[in-house]
């Protein structure tokens, strides 16, 4: 490769750094009440409606999960004790996100599983291939090396 | 009125229910006909499945001609028209109303069913006597059969009732309030089902032994109209659940919706590894699997929403179907497994893929990352069910589950769609890629900066929006290399047409990232005159409209958003219906929308509502990115560049040789 393509790739990949940099610092986390009440809301379910969040359902139990929500954020109870007093108003799965204890870690689990087993088996299948190639040639390579031969 | 209304009825009900037993008849005549001449060979005896084919056609057509008219003519005295529809329902939702319940969506499954396989058997007449395509009617037919089967018992359209009630309870408002109701289930429909086409051609290639690319050839057309349409239905369900349900969002993890998106994630996996099949030979029984399962995870889509096991605001009504769906589902698997073990030795390809860096193994990991994508969209949708069957506890698995898991592997797709246009095949020089990444990954740079610029951050949107511009350039690279070579034939074909398709991937990342991740809402409780503001958008409330319209109490708050004009969203009293219905008004721009949608509805006489505003930026991206895929798929069809082949596979060797 030329010199003028290193000094290119160089400045690409500082462009590109400095703005992933930039953009992890800009973004904080939630800091007023609010925006935790924001978030809160977003990942609960509105338990009569069939699967919108309390943030989006105009439902009146959505409503009034709202109102509790900024209650309690207003209190200064914890996200995890805002979660738990609401699955215990008004059942587990009113929160979006399941839990990560019990049989219900297997859902984050077993797809993290997959994806490890699935990329040391094409690790695998390539180291397997490249020893395959480097060790025996084929009948077309042989054919290929003997019609050379026999021209020569 | 009533006499002359059942007696006509009778009539047409009968009408259809014979429709349905002829379709029923036709699908068996055409199975026992092909068994038949598959065992004596005789050509004559082939052709003689056309007739039953075009008979069961036929019957499926009278069934649903007779249903429009049952809705259109308000035929009480049939069931499905008395629970469906009302006579104050407008032309189009009438028509629309075929699909708007479980029996009638099913004729309309049928409908679509019957349509592909006459196109089939016309497009394939001359070839019929062919083993590999009279397997392939055959496996089809055997689908039909299944499907007339549930229309002639369980899900029967065309019970009728001793007494036709004056006026019929109509749809649920939320199915009668906006045009897309017309197109999306079609469009759906049209995809979902025409994912038969390969399979029977599949199944067929693995019965005959044929397994060659000769059935893969065959059926390119046909996956790439399925493919297309499933994408374009899909993405016209978002946009009509954007525009109505009143929420801002158009995607929200449903059951129901997913359950459409996974045939779609293993479909597009198959039409990108079917290409090294088709030029490698490799990758077999990976290909005829993902086929295999993409037509079974449609059946199990269908189990998902007409069985009642799942809660969704899409969901059918609960029915006795499930049990018939789910048995399917199996018969369906079990086929396939037996089959792709019969058959395992004779998969076996004798390539290997050399290098990693390699248009395969990009077309590799675009496979590994859609199967692990569609694994977890799997998973998520049915682990409720599964932990509920074990330890009857009740949990839910929501959007913050499916956005923290798939975000990644979204990423991770739109590197490898950047990087893949700039491998070549069996192995790329290092050098290479430097050379032919450089001015795409620069664009990609400059995007991120664009965006900082513009107000963008957090390292996950940012990072989404660099490797959309990377997508853009190198797409656009390859497009511009092909069109200097082949002049306009360059932008068709797969590679052109895939390139293109690329781009409206892009052109949609970025209206989905911007529009979740810098989305910005208010509440505003307004009396006519006040005003509210929501990132730089100034609305100002005008006044409160509130009339009858029928039975239906309406009341829209006409709000000016600056610069936009005047919008109306409306909320919905329907006395048959629960609590009201809110209809959002949106002022759209390429720039950003403003989402206006009522909270509640005001009390009579009051001139005070609560209206929720909010402003989401590049939403419609999403919806030009979906026409780009749409016309990408179109171009891709387009048979040119096989001409320019050779041609193009001399200059991509010498290209690689730099």
Redesign the interface.
């Known amino acids: 490769?030329k010199a003028r393509?290193w000094v290119?790739?160089l400045?690409?990949v500082f462009?590109?750094s400095l703005?992933?940099v930039?953009?992890?610092i800009?973004?904080d986390p939630p800091a007023t009440e609010a925006e935790r009440a924001y978030e809160i809301k977003?990942?609960m379910?509105c338990p009569v409606?069939?699967?919108?969040?309390v943030l989006?359902?105009?439902?009146?139990v959505a409503?009034a999960i709202r109102a509790q929500v900024d209650q309690l954020v207003s209190e200064g109870r914890s996200d995890e004790e805002i979660r738990a007093w609401m699955a215990r108003q008004y059942?587990?799965?009113?929160?979006?996100?399941?839990?990560r204890t019990g049989?219900?870690s297997?859902?984050?689990a077993?797809?993290v599983f997959?994806?490890v087993l699935?990329?040391a088996l094409?690790v695998s299948?390539?180291r397997k291939?490249?020893v395959?190639?480097g060790t025996e040639p084929s009948d077309d390579d042989l054919e290929i090396v003997s019609s050379l031969r026999e021209r020569t | 009125m009533l006499v002359r209304g059942s007696g006509s009825c009778i009539v047409i009900a009968l009408l259809g229910t014979i429709g349905v037993a002829i379709g029923f008849v036709g699908a068996v005549g055409g199975v026992i006909t092909l068994v038949s001449a598959l065992a004596s060979k005789r050509e004559a005896h082939h052709r003689r499945a056309i007739a039953w084919i075009f008979l069961m056609a036929g019957g499926c057509l009278l069934a649903v001609v007779a249903m429009e008219i049952g809705l259109l003519r308000d035929d009480f005295s049939m069931q499905y028209v008395a629970s469906n529809s009302t006579r104050s329902t407008p032309l189009l939702y009438k028509i629309a109303t075929l699909w708007g319940a479980l029996e009638g969506s099913l004729l309309l499954w049928a409908f679509v069913l019957s349509g592909y396989v006459t196109a089939v058997t016309i497009s394939f007449r001359w070839q019929i006597q062919d083993r590999l395509v009279a397997w392939a009617l055959l496996t089809i037919l055997v689908v039909c059969i299944f499907f007339f089967g549930l229309l002639v018992g369980p899900a029967d359209p065309f019970g009728t009732l001793p007494v036709a009630p004056l006026d019929g309870d109509g749809l649920n408002p939320l199915l009668r309030n906006h045009p897309l109701m017309a197109i999306h289930p079609v469009m759906l429909y049209l995809g979902y089902v025409g994912f038969t086409v390969p399979f029977g051609f599949a199944v067929a290639a693995l019965v005959t032994g044929r397994l060659g690319e000769g059935w893969l050839v065959l059926t390119r057309l046909w996956t790439l109209i399925a493919w297309v349409s499933l994408t374009v239905g899909i993405l016209l369900g978002a946009w009509w659940s954007y525009e109505v349900l009143g929420w801002g969002g158009y995607w929200a993890w449903d059951p129901v919706e997913n359950a459409s998106f996974l045939p779609w994630l293993t479909g597009t996996a198959f039409i990108h590894s079917v290409l090294v099949q088709e030029r490698r030979g490799m990758l077999r029984v990976w290909n005829l699997s993902l086929l295999l399962t993409t037509f079974a995870l449609t059946i199990f889509g269908t189990f998902l929403t007409r069985s009642g096991v799942i809660d969704s605001v899409h969901e059918f009504s609960a029915s006795s179907l499930g049990p018939l769906l789910l048995g399917f589902f199996s018969l369906i698997l079990v086929v396939s497994v037996v089959l792709i073990g019969w058959r395992g030795d004779e998969l076996r390809s004798p390539g290997s893929i050399d290098s990693p860096l390699s248009r395969e193994g990009a077309f590799l990991a675009n496979n590994l990352l859609f199967t692990l994508f569609a694994f977890i969209v799997l998973l998520g949708t049915i682990f409720p069910l599964i932990v509920e069957a074990i330890n009857d506890d009740q949990l839910a698995v929501g959007r913050p589950y499916f956005d923290r898991m798939l975000l990644p592997i979204g990423v991770a797709l739109l590197l490898v769609m950047g990087i893949a246009p700039v491998l070549t095949w069996r192995s790329t020089a290092g050098q290479t890629i430097g050379k032919r990444a450089l001015v795409p990954a620069a664009i990609g740079a400059v995007t991120m900066v664009l965006a900082l610029m513009l107000g963008a951050q957090g390292l996950g949107p940012v990072l989404g929006i660099g490797l959309g511009g990377f997508v853009v350039g190198s797409s656009v690279r390859h497009l511009f290399l092909a069109v200097l070579r082949n002049g306009w034939a360059g932008i068709t074909g797969r590679a052109g047409g895939g390139m293109v398709a690329h781009i409206g991937v892009a052109l949609l990342a970025f209206g989905f990232i911007a529009s979740t991740s810098f989305s910005e809402e208010g509440e505003f409780q307004l009396r006519p005159g006040d005003r509210g503001s929501v990132a730089g958008h100034e609305i100002t409330f005008i006044e409160i409209v509130d009339e009858m319209d029928g039975p239906d109490r309406v009341v829209r708050a006409r709000i000016n958003v600056e610069g936009r004009g005047v919008y109306a969203p409306a909320i919905t009293q329907y006395p048959t219906f629960g609590r009201p219905i809110s209809t959002p008004s949106v002022a759209t721009s390429f720039v950003d929308d403003v989402y206006l949608s009522l909270i509640a509805i005001p009390e009579e006489g009051s001139d005070v509502v609560v209206v929720r505003v909010l402003v989401e930026p590049l939403v419609a991206w999403i919806w030009v990115g979906g026409l780009v895929i749409a016309g990408g798929t179109l171009l891709a069809m387009v048979p040119g560049r096989r001409r320019f082949s050779a041609f193009v596979e001399e200059i991509e060797t010498e290209e690689a040789g730099l």
């Open positions: 490769m393509h290119s790739w400045c690409v462009v590109s703005a992933l930039v953009a992890a800009a973004d977003e990942t379910l409606c069939d699967g919108q969040n989006e359902s105009n439902a009146p409503s059942g587990k799965d009113v929160n979006a996100n399941p839990p049989i219900a297997l859902v984050w077993v797809p997959f994806a699935s990329a094409m299948a390539f291939w490249r395959g190639r």
